[in-house]
């Protein structure tokens, strides 16, 4: 049941994931073993040491690749360590193109961890092609995208920008976390790679942390794969179950949340407390045409700022009762943020700093107008 000619929802839920063949189970077992009994020396079922490979994670990586379109994907134990082994394919001294309001963890990994290392980096509106071109350096070797951006929401013409890498030799890689491969698929859009926090819309219950990389070139699928034997920072089977299970309502789940989302921009466009909206399926987002044309639908994720800037922001993130103020997204409840202070720390103080006014909100599951009314009683308070 995984021929490519399936549709989505089917795909996530069989690919990969045929019935267990000792026993017939119907959901794929959680093979809590470190090693595997061998028939003779170097001789084995496909399974020697679960760091190199587990029947769990085996599934999880063939649903995954099925969804984006890839011959190959690969799961790590967090969506940075997956961030961490595309960047190691890189030579030392490569130049990157990153976004210029990337999110902060990328930021912190390229500039913190592997720039001293040698690893340059520019930083990029990269909806604009003339500052990509500006930026360009004999040594880029990649450029680095998101879309929808973390934590505004810009949009990035993934065509345009994986065609310009290809004729300077480059490769793009696109960080399809907020937009999830149900509703976009960049490799089938000319990306080289993509990446993934799976403890995000793919897991889609708060209970699990984990990363992905999509690709369809051999070589650096032979490279990924080996990187992630190396260096060892593989999801435990446990966490590839939660994510499987998560993944096989991803799709319904992001009807949903899209849905909620709209309910909740309707408000924030309305409040007199709110300066500016920002999100993709608002006609008057600068990216919406390119947004409408590359995704299905357009998120669950809605960041917005406050007229009366960082005081107001910081007392509307305490007083939302549904909302939960927490770090991560794309899980089934609300949560809300303030990224100048939470997830975005790591760039203050750098060209990438955000809007200390700027508010981000993980639009979940609940009942939309409970959402709406819950944003609307704290926005009226401050």
Same mark, same amino acid.
């Given at each position: 049941?995984?021929?490519?000619?399936?549709?989505?929802?089917?795909?996530?839920?069989?690919?990969?994931?045929?019935?267990?063949?000792?026993?017939?189970?119907?959901?794929?077992?959680?093979?809590?073993?470190?090693?595997?009994?061998?028939?003779?020396?170097?001789?084995?079922?496909?399974?020697?040491?679960?760091?190199?490979?587990?029947?769990?994670?085996?599934?999880?990586?063939?649903?995954?690749?099925?969804?984006?379109?890839?011959?190959?994907?690969?799961?790590?134990?967090?969506?940075?360590?997956?961030?961490?082994?595309?960047?190691?394919?890189?030579?030392?001294?490569?130049?990157?193109?990153?976004?210029?309001?990337?999110?902060?963890?990328?930021?912190?990994?390229?500039?913190?961890?592997?720039?001293?290392?040698?690893?340059?980096?520019?930083?990029?509106?990269?909806?604009?092609?003339?500052?990509?071109?500006?930026?360009?350096?004999?040594?880029?070797?990649?450029?680095?995208?998101?879309?929808?951006?973390?934590?505004?929401?810009?949009?990035?013409?993934?065509? /345009?920008? +994986? @065609?310009?890498?290809? *004729?300077?030799?480059? !490769?793009?890689?696109?960080?399809?976390?907020?937009?999830? %491969?149900? $509703?976009?698929?960049?490799?089938?859009?000319?990306?080289?790679?993509?990446?993934?926090?799976?403890?995000?819309?793919?897991?889609?219950?708060?209970?699990?942390?984990?990363?992905?990389?999509?690709?369809?070139?051999?070589?650096?699928?032979?490279?990924?794969?080996?990187?992630?034997?190396?260096?060892?920072?593989?999801?435990?089977?446990?966490?590839?179950?939660?994510?499987?299970?998560?993944?096989?309502?991803?799709?319904?789940?992001?009807?949903?949340?899209? /849905?909620? +989302? @709209?309910?909740?921009? *309707?408000?924030?466009? !309305?409040?007199?407390?709110?300066?500016?909206?920002?999100? %993709?399926? $608002?006609?008057?987002?600068?990216?919406?045409?390119?947004?409408?044309?590359?995704?299905?639908?357009?998120?669950?994720?809605?960041?917005?700022?406050?007229?009366?800037?960082?005081?107001?922001?910081?007392?509307?993130?305490?007083?939302?009762?549904?909302?939960?103020?927490?770090?991560?997204?794309?899980?089934?409840?609300?949560?809300?943020?303030?990224?100048?202070?939470?997830?975005?720390?790591?760039?203050?103080?750098?060209?990438?700093?955000?809007?200390?006014?700027?508010?981000?909100?993980?639009?979940?599951?609940?009942?939309?107008?409970?959402?709406?009314?819950?944003?609307?009683?704290?926005?009226?308070?401050?």
């Amino acid at each position: 049941m995984t021929e490519p000619h399936f549709g989505f929802e089917t795909r996530a839920i069989h690919a990969g994931q045929a019935p267990d063949e000792t026993t017939g189970a119907v959901v794929t077992p959680i093979y809590q073993t470190s090693t595997y009994a061998q028939d003779e020396v170097g001789v084995h079922r496909g399974y020697e040491y679960s760091r190199t490979a587990n029947p769990t994670r085996t599934a999880l990586e063939r649903c995954l690749a099925s969804l984006e379109g890839a011959a190959s994907g690969f799961a790590f134990s967090s969506g940075m360590a997956a961030e961490d082994a595309v960047l190691r394919v890189l030579p030392a001294d490569s130049h990157v193109i990153i976004p210029n309001d990337a999110y902060g963890g990328t930021f912190r990994l390229i500039d913190k961890v592997f720039g001293p290392n040698g690893l340059q980096y520019s930083a990029v509106d990269l909806s604009d092609r003339e500052q990509i071109e500006r930026a360009w350096r004999p040594n880029t070797r990649l450029v680095w995208l998101e879309s929808p951006t973390n934590p505004l929401l810009g949009i990035v013409d993934i065509g /345009a920008v +994986a @065609r310009l890498a290809r *004729e300077r030799g480059a !490769r793009c890689v696109v960080d399809n976390t907020f937009a999830t %491969p149900y $509703l976009q698929q960049p490799l089938a859009l000319g990306a080289d790679i993509v990446v993934h926090s799976t403890t995000k819309y793919l897991g889609g219950h708060s209970d699990v942390v984990g990363g992905f990389v999509a690709v369809n070139d051999v070589n650096l699928a032979t490279h990924i794969a080996y990187l992630q034997n190396a260096v060892g920072a593989v999801p435990g089977p446990f966490d590839c179950f939660l994510v499987l299970r998560g993944v096989k309502t991803v799709a319904v789940r992001m009807e949903r949340h899209c /849905a909620n +989302a @709209r309910a909740v921009v *309707e408000l924030l466009e !309305r409040h007199p407390s709110v300066a500016s909206v920002r999100y %993709p399926g $608002l006609p008057t987002h600068p990216g919406h045409e390119v947004a409408a044309r590359q995704m299905r639908d357009f998120g669950g994720m809605v960041a917005f700022t406050l007229a009366a800037g960082e005081d107001a922001a910081l007392k509307l993130v305490s007083r939302t009762r549904l909302f939960t103020l927490a770090e991560s997204l794309g899980a089934v409840e609300s949560l809300i943020e303030h990224p100048a202070q939470m997830t975005h720390a790591s760039v203050a103080g750098s060209e990438l700093s955000v809007d200390p006014a700027l508010v981000r909100v993980s639009v979940g599951l609940e009942t939309a107008g409970d959402l709406v009314d819950d944003l609307r009683q704290a926005l009226d308070s401050v």
